[in-house]
């Protein structure tokens, strides 16, 4: 877990200091600059913690995008190259998937399973791979008809190598789009499992879990909520307002 | 009954601005019919959407020129006297009715919305009805309450006749009303607005890109190209002795291909691109007798013998 | 009209069944349930007598008969912390997730509709700015926190809506605002687009040449502009549905969501089934609306 990145983290996030806790961010009253951020209700370094969250969040976030990328890529080439019945099947598997209610299937494994970083990323990945295979099916239907590869199929290229040659290069702008767009759902959907308590295991620090924690302390440490949530939506907004860049960027080329 | 003089239309696409149409002049008597030619691009529909004033930000924009309908400048009417005289006066029959009627919109509604306020409630179902009925469609009042993707392309055409006619309309503008139809039905509808243009004595200004079907319709063309005028006059004497090399070839292309459909012009080259100078004769880069001078000077437009012709060279002969 | 409410019907019902057996599969895999039944120290003997008493017995394919014949029922078996029917428990906390999934929902679509035609209206102009703005930062921040910060803010800090619980319109307000903030952000979003599109359609044109009234011109323009945005919101709805769990627990609504994540903590799995089963079945029946709806309003899918 620890092992990725160059993240670096001023004091140990999980370091109990009960002598200093609740302190305020240090450029407000009563703070004090060994803990830039504050500490939380047990005297944790606040920032320690944010960075260790952020740690997570991304992590899983990756993980999921990569592998709920790489399936719903796949389904969406067998499906929009092969057609068919296999194409209906799919298909109709997608929209089951679109309308998988992920949050209670996350508390159904959680409850079973008990909370873990792998049911977490299982269940986000479960749902997330469909968009993929909705959006690229279509793309790679509209490539099918062109010239290039009907080209290819005539002079006797083989599905698999149209597939890696002539289908996967050209929809590689709109797979980075979608992935883009999914890392922000994807942390704030692991920040709600861990904020459920049915994502990451407390001690360790995720913004889900803070938030849930700062609950408590509302009159007394207005950080506690702020500082996690900002960190969260300011994540989720660059992701977004990247991924509607890129897919600015990449829509003139990808029609006609 | 229309004048058109100096007319200037831009297309803002972002922060570029190409000039659709410039500088052209067009009249229409009362009770006749003239047409506009020209291929496609040339600026055809931009002239036809303009008189209705349809082009407006952030589509594009009516820079200048006069557009006289019935005596006075419908450019300086208000926005709510311009849509009384579209409700009242003037009937437009779109290029592709499939895309130009409100699929939402039943057909009884659509023609409805153009039909006099002053027919009773009690008596507009009739009206409508037999209004389509005369127009060809069979079974009208039972089809009132169908939705246009219900109708045949034919059928969906003679609905946007219906609405145009239900204004009891002075002009009546089609743009290409045939093209977007499948070949049996278009001399049906063709016939049709022929019909109803000399039964209720409306003017009719009408787009095509070809010359035969112009000449079935009416009185006087107005040939364009790359948004400008080439030649202007009676239609029979246009297409027996044209004046201007583009319409020599528009011409040429029909006597060589009876039935042509869209891409009837057999010139070679692309028009002008519609920046906003132009230099020389817009024609120059495709036309078999250009000079130096045509690169230089715009040709004016010229009478020669009762048609006007923007060229500077009426009367050569192309030497290859 | 028929032949697609009667597809989109057997679509509903595949995912219900697909739900219901993965429900099924898991609860098979995560043990036998006669361990929680029985007591540490039972032998064997009692152990085997507990599992033909509950029809472990028989092959599986009979008791998944038998379950789906149970919840076509509507007996979601026995709740042992509440010591009552779960359906019971279902039944008493429903109407209240419903209240603020509809409360959250009609904020949602009315701001959010208002605010997409605005700036549709006056595209380019300030007020679209604001509201692309505003679309973009609501697509960022999460219902969560959104609702700890307005409880912060609101109830503690200004003190002028209740925190937590249940009672009036006045505790409705900010569970409703903050669950609905991401679908009206979506909404706005989209009906702007749609809007704009519907804009520059040839018809609407056409329609401008008919001569017809501003109100008239707006009703065809808004008419094809909702159609992207129904669908949207169907989508949204469902999303708001399994969203109120989370609003719930932070501000101890007493819907089925707060039910669920107590039962978990609890170990009362046969609750959180049910809140599974009920909610999914609320989700593709509310999808189901949205789709026949689509098709009452667009006649090319009627047809
Ligand atoms: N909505 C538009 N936006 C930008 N450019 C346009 C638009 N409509 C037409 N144009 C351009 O204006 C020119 C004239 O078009 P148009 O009047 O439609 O020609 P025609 O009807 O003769 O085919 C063409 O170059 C066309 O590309
Ligand atoms: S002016 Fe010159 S270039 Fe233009 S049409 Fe006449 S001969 Fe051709
Ligand atoms: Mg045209």
């Given at each position: 877990m620890g092992a990725i990145g160059p993240f670096f983290t001023p004091h140990d996030p999980t370091r109990v200091d009960l002598a200093n806790n609740l302190l305020p961010p240090a450029f407000f009253p009563g703070g004090v600059w060994t803990y830039?951020?504050?500490?939380?209700?047990?005297?944790?370094?606040?920032?320690?913690?944010?960075?260790?969250?952020?740690?997570?969040?991304?992590?899983?976030?990756?993980?999921?995008?990569?592998?709920?990328?790489?399936?719903?890529?796949?389904?969406?080439?067998?499906?929009?190259?092969?057609?068919?019945?296999?194409?209906?099947?799919?298909?109709?598997?997608?929209?089951?998937?679109?309308?998988?209610?992920?949050?209670?299937?996350?508390i159904v494994l959680a409850g079973i399973f008990g909370p873990s970083i792998q049911i977490v990323i299982l269940t986000i990945a479960l749902v997330g791979w469909a968009s993929y295979a909705r959006v690229i099916r279509s793309e790679v239907l509209s490539l099918k008809t062109r010239d290039f590869v009907t080209m290819a199929s005539v002079m006797g290229a083989g599905p698999a190598w149209i597939i890696r040659r002539h289908l996967l290069p050209n929809v590689t702008g709109s797979i980075v789009v979608l992935a883009t767009l999914q890392l922000g759902r994807a942390i704030v959907s692991e920040a709600a499992l861990s904020f459920l308590g049915i994502g990451v295991r407390p001690p360790a620090p995720s913004w889900g879990g803070m938030l849930s924690d700062s609950q408590q302390y509302l009159i007394a440490a207005w950080w506690l909520p702020t500082l996690p949530g900002l960190a969260l939506s300011l994540t989720v907004l660059s992701s977004n307002l990247m991924g509607d860049w890129l897919r600015k960027l990449n829509d003139p080329t990808q029609r006609h | 009954m229309l004048e058109i003089r100096g007319l200037r239309v831009v297309y803002l696409a972002g922060k570029r601005r190409m000039v659709a149409v410039r500088n052209v002049d067009l009249e229409l008597s009362t009770g006749s019919a003239v047409a506009l030619v020209g291929e496609s691009g040339s600026g055809k529909s931009t002239i036809a959407l303009s008189v209705m004033r349809l082009i407006r930000p952030p589509v594009g924009k009516i820079e200048a020129g006069r557009i006289e309908f019935a005596g006075e400048d419908l450019l300086t009417f208000s926005e709510s006297r311009m849509r009384d005289v579209l409700h009242k006066e003037i009937g437009y029959v779109p290029q592709d009715p499939a895309a130009a009627l409100d699929p939402l919109c039943t057909i009884g509604r659509h023609i409805n919305e153009t039909l006099s306020a002053s027919v009773p409630s009690s008596e507009r179902r009739t009206a409508i009805a037999n209004l389509l009925e005369s127009l060809g469609v069979k079974n009208a009042r039972s089809r009132l309450g169908s939705y246009p993707?219900?109708?045949?392309?034919?059928?969906?055409?003679?609905?946007?006749?219906?609405?145009?006619?239900?204004?009891?309309?002075?002009?009546?503008?089609?743009?290409?009303?045939?093209?977007?139809?499948?070949?049996?039905?278009?001399?049906?509808?063709?016939?049709?607005?022929?019909?109803?243009?000399?039964?209720?004595?409306?003017?009719?200004?009408?787009?095509?890109?070809?010359?035969?079907?112009?000449?079935?319709?009416?009185?006087?063309?107005?040939?364009?190209?790359?948004?400008?005028?080439?030649?202007k006059g009676p239609i029979n004497d246009v297409m027996t002795n044209p004046r201007h090399p583009y319409t020599k070839a528009l011409v040429g292309a029909i006597l060589r291909e009876p039935a042509p459909r869209s891409r009837l012009l057999a010139i070679p080259g692309q028009p002008p691109s519609p920046v906003d100078v132009r230099v020389g004769c817009p024609f120059a880069p495709r036309c078999p007798l250009a000079d130096a001078k045509c690169a230089k000077e715009n040709p004016p437009l010229e009478n020669y013998g009762g048609v006007a012709a923007a060229c500077w060279k009426v009367g050569a002969k192309a030497t290859q | 009209m028929v032949r697609y409410v009667l597809q989109r019907l057997l679509q509903a019902a595949i995912v219900l069944v697909v739900v219901v057996t993965i429900v099924f599969v898991l609860e098979r895999l995560s043990g036998s349930p006669v361990d929680l039944l029985v007591s540490s120290r039972a032998t064997a003997a009692d152990i085997t007598a507990m599992s033909k008493y509950l029809g472990l017995e028989d092959p599986i394919y009979v008791q998944y008969g038998r379950y789906l014949l149970r919840l076509a029922q509507g007996d979601f078996g026995e709740s042992f912390s509440y010591r009552a029917p779960v359906r019971d428990l279902i039944v008493n906390a429903f109407p209240y997730t419903a209240a603020l999934a509809v409360a959250a929902f009609i904020f949602a679509s009315v701001v959010g509709v208002t605010l997409g035609t605005l700036a549709a209206v006056r595209s380019g102009g300030r007020v679209d700015a604001v509201v692309r703005g505003f679309g973009f930062i609501g697509q960022s921040v999460p219902s969560f926190w959104l609702a700890i910060i307005f409880v912060m803010i609101f109830a503690v800090k200004l003190g002028w809506l209740p925190a937590f619980g249940s009672g009036g319109v006045d505790h409705l307000i900010l569970p409703a605002v903050a669950l609905g903030a991401f679908p009206m952000a979506a909404i706005s979003r989209l009906t702007r687009s749609a809007t704009l599109d519907a804009l520059r359609a040839d018809h609407m044109l056409f329609e401008r040449s008919k001569g017809v009234s501003p109100s008239v011109f707006l009703s065809h323009l808004l008419r094809n502009a909702s159609l992207p945005v129904i669908t949207l919101s169907g989508i949204q709805l469902g999303e708001l549905l399994s969203g109120t769990i989370i609003v719930e627990t932070i501000f101890a609504w007493p819907g089925v969501g707060q039910l669920a994540i107590q039962a978990l903590s609890t170990r009362d799995y046969n609750i959180v089934q049910a809140v599974v089963l009920v909610q999914t079945a609320t989700f593709v029946l509310l999808n189901l609306l949205v789709d026949i709806s689509y098709g009452w309003l667009d006649p090319r899918v009627r047809t």
């Open positions: 830039p951020l504050g500490t939380d209700q047990l005297g944790r370094d606040m920032l320690s913690r944010l960075i260790g969250g952020a740690r997570v969040s991304l992590l899983v976030a990756l993980v999921v995008v990569l592998v709920s990328g790489a399936f719903g890529t796949t389904i969406a080439m067998l499906s929009g190259y092969l057609g068919g019945r296999l194409d209906s099947f799919l298909m109709r598997l997608t929209d089951a998937a679109l309308a998988f209610p992920f949050l209670l299937v996350a | 993707h219900e109708f045949s392309g034919g059928m969906q055409q003679r609905v946007a006749i219906a609405i145009a006619l239900a204004k009891h309309p002075k002009l009546l503008i089609a743009d290409e009303p045939t093209t977007a139809l499948d070949v049996t039905t278009q001399l049906g509808i063709l016939t049709l607005i022929d019909r109803l243009r000399r039964e209720n004595g409306i003017s009719l200004l009408f787009v095509t890109h070809d010359f035969s079907i112009a000449r079935l319709l009416c009185q006087q063309v107005v040939v364009l190209y790359a948004g400008e005028v080439m030649e | -």
